[in-house]
């Protein structure tokens, strides 16, 4: 790219999965963009994260992009969850195939971005000093990129190689015959923990409160089996358009209260030895609202657990008590809980004895001192906003996003901001990004603002902002669909919950993700779009 063009009309920031969506719609319409990225490499999440075991939770058919033929007919997803190698190749596959490199910065970290409202334009603050200037800014900023470590004394003074597993080392580490700690029991310490325990000389992870784990059921995709997956994938797409969670799972609609305890017991054996989301998302739909419904599924989960962990005692640590099966994001494993039954991996209780620091040599807990060569946290993210906040985002009158927010994010569909003209955020808060399978919702959402460009375009606009009150409307809906969750009770970060960041620990909820589904969602995207943007502030 050449340094000394400082404007275009569009400004993409992150070439993870959204950005790369965005630059292939922004580029076939012919418009001027420059997508700028931190990294050296395309990829956003699939960049980052190499930890061993990171792989897909979503069917890998389903995780694609549906919008081109080409990669469609051409790409062979081997596993039917893919693991982080084999993304990092997809992305970068799709970026040569859709020719996206040439409009892409690379080593280009955003700092900020400050609205002109006299050229009706963005300045964005880049990383040394320089700026660009562009009329749109199209945040791909990922939600879960901003990683976090725990609030804990000495986590400097490690000796040994420490790392979050979001920035696990680039050309990896050799773990064989080492002494390891992992710290977290999420989505990503659960994958990792499986993984890494047949290598490592001892392995302790460190448990603070555990989580309803199921079977992932991971297999391998055949040649056969891809070229019949080819020739349904509309019908995949189709599948995956109705679904609330984007996912090929349809919820259960029997009713959990219209079949006997034995019935339902038999229903869920069949849906726990399926692959994937499966058990939560083909469910019951009352396993999300109905405490009773919820309670009786956890027991079943729970039997499963004390099947498949030999020490009773240990089982019972690995039983959440206090939050039921699928209020928080269901972590898939590979042998997650057999892992415990290895006599090289220890489970320490950070509940039972917290911890108290780090040391020069390890993790200390109330109670004992582990000597550790390597430790991993696997300790979560400021999710969803954190991005955001990072940055220096100045709206009209210089307003700070991140003051905006700070008692929750506010937006209009979880793509518009008032008081921040045109800023178009893909996988923002308040959008369906979190609760739908990733790339079926951004999709969405970048066919919704190529639409709102072309609308412009079209009639000669330059500016956009969504008015007061369909940002007011937007918010509360989004707090209504909480209300009727069990989910919002959670500790997790559908809830903005992260012990580590000071004032968002477990207490006030914050409104972070639309739950009313996909195919709502959808739905509302287009009733906007067909009324010609009524609700937003053209000119
Ligand atoms: P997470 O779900 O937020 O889990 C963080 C874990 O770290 C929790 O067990 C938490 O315990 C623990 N923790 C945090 N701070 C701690 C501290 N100071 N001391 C001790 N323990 C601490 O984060 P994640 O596992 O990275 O997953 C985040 C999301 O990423 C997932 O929900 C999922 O959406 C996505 N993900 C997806 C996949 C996939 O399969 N595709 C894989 C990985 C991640 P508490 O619960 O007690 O706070």
């Known amino acids: 790219m050449d340094d000394a063009v400082t404007d275009t009309e569009v400004v993409v920031v992150g070439t993870g999965v959204s950005g790369l969506a965005a630059l292939h719609h922004l580029k076939a319409r012919g418009v001027d963009v420059v997508a700028l990225e931190r990294n050296p490499d395309v990829g956003g999440t699939w960049y980052h994260n190499r930890y061993p075991g990171c792989r897909f939770d979503s069917e890998s058919y389903t995780y694609g992009y549906s919008f081109s033929q080409e990669v469609l007919r051409e790409w062979h997803w081997k596993e039917r969850y893919s693991p982080q190698p084999e993304n990092l190749r997809y992305l970068r596959f799709v970026t040569e195939k859709l020719a996206l490199r040439d409009v892409i910065r690379f080593n280009t970290t955003v700092t900020g971005a400050h609205w002109e409202e006299s050229t009706r334009t963005w300045v964005v603050h880049i990383e040394g000093g320089r700026s660009i200037r562009s009329r749109f800014l199209m945040t791909c900023l990922g939600m879960l990129s901003t990683p976090t470590m725990p609030r804990v004394d000495g986590i400097d003074t490690f000796e040994g190689p420490s790392f979050h597993t979001f920035d696990w080392p680039k050309d990896g580490i050799d773990l064989r015959g080492k002494r390891v700690g992992v710290v977290g029991t999420g989505a990503t310490g659960v994958q990792a923990i499986a993984a890494i325990a047949p290598e490592v000389a001892s392995l302790t992870v460190f448990q603070r409160r555990p989580n309803w784990h199921t079977p992932l059921g991971n297999s391998e995709i055949t040649v056969e089996e891809m070229a019949e997956i080819r020739s349904r994938y509309d019908e995949i797409f189709a599948l995956c358009a109705v679904s609330p969670g984007g996912y090929v799972h349809q919820p259960d609609r029997r009713g959990f209260h219209s079949l006997t305890a034995e019935q339902r017991r038999r229903f869920w054996e069949e849906l726990y030895a399926q692959p994937g989301f499966a058990v939560w998302l083909a469910n019951f739909r009352e396993i999300f609202v109905d405490r009773e419904a919820n309670a009786e599924f956890s027991a079943f989960v729970a039997e499963k657990v004390r099947e498949r962990v030999h ?229």
């Open 311 to 539: 020490d009773p005692e240990l089982a019972e640590k690995l039983i959440p008590k206090d939050h039921g099966f699928g209020v928080q994001r269901v972590p898939l494993e590979t042998n997650y809980y057999e892992v415990y039954n290895r006599d090289n991996v220890r489970l320490v209780d950070l509940q039972q004895t917290p911890m108290v620091g780090v040391t020069l040599t390890g993790i200390k807990t109330t109670e004992e001192d582990f000597e550790l060569d390597v430790i991993v946290y696997a300790t979560g993210f400021d999710a969803i906003t954190g991005p955001y906040e990072q940055l220096d985002i100045r709206g009209v009158g210089g307003r700070l996003l991140k003051d905006k927010w700070v008692d929750g994010p506010e937006t209009y569909l979880g793509l518009l901001v008032r008081h921040f003209p045109n800023l178009l955020m893909v996988a923002g808060p308040q959008s369906s990004s979190s609760s739908v399978n990733f790339p079926r919702s951004i999709e969405a959402q970048v066919d919704w603002c190529m639409g709102l460009l072309d609308h412009l375009r079209r009639n000669g606009l330059t500016r956009l902002e969504p008015t007061a009150e369909a940002e007011r409307e937007w918010v509360a809906y989004v707090a209504h669909l909480y209300e009727k969750l069990l989910m919002r009770e959670a500790r997790s970060w559908f809830t903005g919950y992260n012990s580590n960041i000071p004032g968002r620990e477990h207490g006030q909820v914050r409104h972070v993700m639309f739950n009313g589904g996909q195919p709502k969602y959808r739905e509302i995207l287009d009733a906007v779009a067909s009324s010609d943007y009524r609700e937003l502030v053209l000119s």
